[in-house]
């Protein structure tokens, strides 16, 4: 049985779909297939189908796995299992008009929205109690407005990235929703080779798609600043904190890795040394099938903090210390 993977054919989401596609050596670029040596030998095909179409392919069993965005599964009348949340390919579902009648959300009172995500609109507008007039399923959307099909648009757009040409003359009246990309998986049934490479492309996928947002943040810190710094990082996760010597700690947390020259900046300001970032990498999609197991020293493995000096508290920082004790 062949393997079928859906990915988006456009839209925002499409090309973070690919490229993760590809890292994992199952994608049809050359990228992909640079990946591909030590996979399990797959009979696979990759469709690229308009991406409102792929929960319904799923929910009805033509698709094994599909990599999509959130925001289409949430919309899609069929539900269908998600089997990994990842943390590339962000987008929002935003507001949008170049009508000067409306300044706020809240103005779109009787005014016509199109958007190619109806069903999530309709539920926002009805919780923020606006009884639009009539919200126009259209995709792409954007253009609607001045063609006079509608007085505004919800459009799906990437924060970090370039908008639609038609997007940067209108405004923004407010945020719908936020989405993330996500791997559904299909009603299809599976043998046993098709179960295994499944298996396989999700643990790359996993691997790929679940460390791309974070750097692992290791310092060494005088222990009465521990408290402060962990503050300052702000992490989802509890710090990993260890004794290093008389006075001295070490900490080691996740953070945003589009936070982290920020970050080391604060931290190196306050006195902190040593201070070390690297990727996180996920080795649960085991191991290429011509290693012999042999057990070799880590090249990412952290290396051993030097001697460290007397602890001194900068000016600051004591006094601020020096209250909370």
């Known amino acids: 049985m062949t393997l079928r993977i859906a990915v988006p054919e456009r839209g925002v989401v499409a090309a973070a779909a690919r490229t993760l596609l590809d890292t994992t050596g199952y994608g049809t670029s050359p990228a992909g297939e640079l990946a ?4 399990v030998a797959p009979p696979v095909k990759v469709f690229a189908l308009p991406e409102r179409d792929i929960p319904i392919y799923a929910a009805e069993g033509e698709l094994h796995l599909a990599l999509v965005g959130s925001l289409t599964v949430d919309e899609a009348s069929m539900a269908v299992p998600v089997a990994l949340h990842l943390d590339v390919g962000r987008h929002e579902l935003a507001l949008f008009t170049s009508d000067a009648r409306f300044a706020t959300e809240g103005d779109l009172n009787g005014a016509r929205v199109a958007t190619p995500l109806p069903n999530l609109v309709r539920r926002h507008l009805a919780t923020s109690a606006i009884a639009a007039q009539r ?61 295994r490479v499944k298996q396989q492309l999700l643990a790359r996928l996993r691997a790929a798609g679940t460390a791309g947002g974070t750097e692992l943040l290791q310092y060494d810190c005088p222990t009465p600043l521990v408290e402060h710094t962990t503050e300052l990082v702000g992490a989802t996760r509890s710090a990993e904190i260890s004794a290093l010597s008389p006075g001295w700690s070490t ?25 070390i970032t690297f990727v996180p990498r996920d ?26 000096p ?13 209250a909370r004790s």
């Open 36 to 39: 591909a040596p030590g996979l």
């Open 135 to 195: 919200v126009i399923p259209l995709d792409p959307a954007e253009h609607a407005v001045a063609l006079g099909i509608a007085d505004a648009v919800a459009a799906v757009t990437d924060p970090r990235g370039e908008m639609t040409p038609l997007l940067p003359a209108m405004r923004r009246l407010a945020g719908i929703r936020s989405g993330h990309l996500v791997v559904v998986e299909g009603n299809s049934p599976d043998d046993q080779p098709t179960l």
């Open 251 to 275: 900490v080691r947390v996740l953070v945003g890795r589009d936070r982290t020259e920020a970050l080391v900046e604060e931290l190196l300001d306050v006195g902190c040394r040593e201070l």
């Open 283 to 308: 080795h649960r999609s085991g191991r290429p099938d011509d290693e012999d197991g042999a057990v070799t020293a880590d090249p990412e493995a952290l290396p051993v903090p030097r001697g460290l």
């Open 310 to 322: 007397e602890v001194t508290l900068p000016t600051h920082v004591r006094g601020r210390h020096a």
